[in-house]
């Protein structure tokens, strides 16, 4: 049976309740015109539980009486684009003991189908724009008896059985849902399945709101919460809210008592209404997810309309004196990128953080002026490297490249797998640790020395090469605008890399030039054997790469 951490006391919906009570006038989240205060997201997330419980969602066993990977409750599916509706189903579903999970909408009929089968799930909150594909499915699906619409652009038509999202809030209490709010109750994140299938990682929201939101780790009641709630940060949140980093910041920015923006456009990447969004709410922290988010953000900034700035940011474009800090989540932001930042804010503060959905925030990096790097992190507590092996915690200085882990407070399990959770959640010593997937050695001075993710690994002529160091490599060189690496099956070496380029608008480069950048930085062994030039790279909404994709490219270049 799995026991309820001794460290979590306090309910993720109790404390933004406590929160909202102390500034029920002020912003807490702006959607294009809707400025939607705390009173008035603790009204609606408070309707949206008291409809989930009247259609009999909730909590069926709790959580002592179950194992890691088992879960008690009734599960809501977040189909949506960023909007207030987003976050307030995440809310309201806490609000309603019932667990939400998050959907990638950009996934066809099979993989719909396949995710909300793996997840159980009971309800589901969708914009009409994906109702077409929803609907696909629903016959296949006879647990998912709840549906809530979310009206968009696409003028589709509520589907059978649908209730329209504001009715429904409309029609149900806005009195404080008559159930006890639990740490124990679940914070459910689906893995991008970038490289296999996505798997459910369950979280108790006690421990999510301190290890993957950045609540106090110190706070020994509510009301210490609330006196910690005094960030000032005005946030916002670039990256879709269905992966990780875009909603946990969210809920970051809200417990330190701040308001969360979102951007006007919210289907794609639009650098103009992101940085006019910064204008002309003056927001102070800015969330991207690495390259992929930076470059055509700065290309914006370097449009000759937009120039020159000054040292406070303000030129003849955009005024963005207000920013101070620009975090890349998910994604880490290469060094050269990052000095285009700055030399545009000279005053900014960038900062790499590093986190997994099975480990939480882990370790981060903060750059100013002076240069930048990437790549390397300070060890802080509770993480460590473990040995290949898993036999023993590294000390700084070993040689040996091992696996970044985490203990202390962490997830759970996944969702119905107890083999895959034993293996990303073994015990080394006697401690319970999170083995996201990262290689890393632990250098003197305690820093953690990325290498990459194990399943993206090249194993080449018995040499083990990280394609996003080769990657970061590349990127070196002006001329690149993205760059994803994989491997292909070779005679030779077994496995050889090949570079997947996108060059810059107005750039020529060759391959010798790419490799001569990338040796500057990489030892020759890693560098690509064959460099594949494409028009557009293919990523998730968040900026993640796709390996899968990557390798089919890859596979091709044989033929």
């Known amino acids: 049976m799995a026991a309820p951490s001794a460290q979590a006391e306090f309910s993720l919906a109790d404390v933004h ?110 914009h009409s724009a994906f109702t077409p594909t929803l609907a696909e499915v629903l016959d296949q699906l006879p647990k998912l008896r709840v549906i809530l619409q979310v009206p968009d652009e696409s003028g589709h038509p509520l589907l059978p059985g649908a209730v329209w999202y504001e009715d429904a809030l409309a029609a149900a209490s806005p009195e404080r849902p008559n159930v006890e709010w639990s740490p124990d109750d679940l914070y459910m994140l689906y893995t991008g399945g970038t490289t296999g299938m996505p798997k459910g990682v369950m979280w108790r929201n006690g421990d999510a709101m301190v290890e993957c939101f950045g609540g106090s780790k110190t706070a020994a009641s509510i009301e210490e919460f609330v006196a910690e709630a005094n960030t000032g940060l005005q946030a916002l949140l670039a990256p879709p809210f269905m992966h990780g980093a875009g909603h946990w910041r969210s809920f970051r920015t809200w417990l330190g008592g701040g308001t969360v923006f979102v951007q006007a456009i919210p289907e794609r990447l639009d650098p103009v209404d992101i940085w006019s969004t910064v204008e002309r709410e003056r927001v102070n922290f800015l969330l991207i997810v690495g390259d992929a988010f930076a470059r055509p953000l700065l290309d914006e900034l370097d449009h000759p309309t937009n120039q020159p700035l000054d040292a406070a940011g303000r030129g003849a474009g955009y005024d963005l004196s207000s920013l101070t800090v620009v975090l890349s989540g998910g994604a880490p932001l290469s060094a050269p990128l990052k000095d285009e930042f700055l030399a545009h804010l000279p005053t900014l503060m960038i900062v790499d953080g590093l986190g997994s959905s099975e480990a939480g925030g ?97 194993n080449s002529g018995g040499e083990k090469i990280f394609a996003e160091e080769v990657e970061a490599a590349i990127k070196s060189h002006p001329g690149v605008y993205d ?34 950048a990338a040796a500057e930085h990489i030892a020759r062994y890693k560098l690509p054997k064959e460099i594949r030039y494409v028009d557009e790279i293919v990523r998730s909404p968040s900026g993640k790469a796709d390996y899968r994709w990557a390798k089919q490219v890859a596979a091709e270049a044989v033929a």
């Open 483 to 516: 760059c994803i690496v994989a491997g292909r099956p070779s005679e030779r070496w077994g496995n050889e890399v090949v570079a997947i380029v996108r060059i810059r608008d107005g750039h020529e480069v060759s391959d010798e030039a790419l490799r001569s």
């Open 362 to 458: 882990q370790v981060s990096q903060v750059s100013t002026g002076g240069g930048s790097t990437t790549g390397t992190f300070e060890i802080t507590p509770g993480n460590v490297v473990l040995s290949a092996d898993l036999d023993r915690v590294l000390e700084a200085g070993d040689p040996e490249i091992g696996w970044l882990a985490k203990t202390g407070r962490l997830a759970l399990g996944y969702l119905g797998d107890p083999d895959k959770t034993a293996r990303t959640y073994p015990v080394v010593d006697g401690v319970r640790y999170a083995i996201p997937g990262d290689r890393a050695r632990l250098l003197e001075g305690g820093i953690v020395e990325l290498h990459g993710r194990d399943s993206v690994t090249i």
């Open 17 to 126: 309740e406590a929160i909202a009570a102390t500034r029920p006038d002020d912003d807490c989240l702006v959607f294009r015109d809707r400025r939607l205060t705390w009173a008035d997201v603790t009204e609606r997330t408070r309707r949206l539980a008291n409809h989930l419980i009247g259609e009999g969602l909730g909590v069926h066993t709790e959580r002592a009486d179950l194992a890691g990977h088992e879960s008690g409750q009734d599960h809501l599916a977040i189909y949506l684009h960023n909007g207030n509706e987003y976050l307030e189903s995440m809310l309201g579903a806490l609000k309603a003991r019932v667990a939400s999970l998050n959907v990638n909408y950009r996934y066809v009929a099979e993989e719909l189908l396949y995710l909300l089968d793996d997840s159980q799930a009971g309800a589901v909150v969708v």
